[in-house]
Each structure stands twice: as C-alpha cells, then as structure tokens.
C-alpha cells in the first residue's frame, strides 16, 4: 500500500527557515514526479513546487521563487521542501504529492499525502 508521509511542520517567526519531509515507503519512487501543493484556511488547494523524476528539473510556484527548493533522494524514497524567509502568507497545510510520469502544477497527482501543517507568525 503506499503511503505518503509527511514531517517537519510546525509553527515559527517571520523570516525563518524549515524543512518539510515526505516519505514514500511502497512506492516506486524513482517512476514517480513529486510535488509540493498547500492549502491556507478557506482557500483552494495550490500548486507550490514540483521535481521531475530525475530530479533534473523543478518549477516553482512565483511567490516561492528563491525562497523555497524541493530535492529528493531517490536512494531514500524521500523528497524534501527547504523553505527560508518565510512569511505570514505562507501559513497553510502542506502536502506532498507523487504522479506517475511527468509533472503537474494542477492537484492531478496519484497519491496525497495528509498533510502537515505550517503557521508563520509575523
């Protein structure tokens, strides 16, 4: 069964930095694009990140750009968001997602994590 599992979210100051973990045990990690989606109270489910199979590519969401990386260890099944200079605006639930061949910036992803919450305080 596979399983997405996410770590590392917690509640920190403006202008901070925080990594997010996603573990994907049971899954064929090396066939799958990853990705990085959010979601603040009250609003629709948004693309943040996402990485190629290879990792050779990655997009990013605008507001993200510079701020925000999202690698992955393919030997580990694991992909990761190193997030800095974080602000208020990015306080959400953030999930990570897998899809089977290529990337998307739309929620269609094959398997969703649940989540893990981040709370930027000014």
């Known amino acids: 069964q596979v399983q997405l599992v996410e770590s590392g979210g917690g509640l920190l100051q403006a202008g901070g930095p925080l990594r997010l973990s996603c573990a994907a045990p049971?899954?064929?990690?090396?066939?799958?694009?990853m990705a990085w989606f959010r979601q603040a109270l009250g609003q629709e489910r948004e693309f943040v990140a996402s990485?190629?199979?290879?990792?050779?590519?990655?997009f990013y969401l605008d507001s993200v750009k510079g701020r925000f990386t999202i690698p992955r260890d393919n030997a580990k099944n694991t992909l990761y968001q190193q997030m800095t200079s974080l602000k208020p605006e990015d306080t959400a639930v953030y999930y990570c997602?897998?899809?089977?061949?290529?990337?998307?910036?739309?929620?269609?992803?094959?398997?969703w994590g649940q989540g893990t919450q981040v709370t930027v305080s000014s």
């Open positions: 997602a897998a899809r089977l061949g290529l990337t998307q910036t739309t929620t269609q992803y094959d398997y």
């Open positions: 049971g899954l064929t990690f090396i066939n799958y694009a």
């Open positions: 990485i190629t199979r290879s990792g050779g590519s990655k």
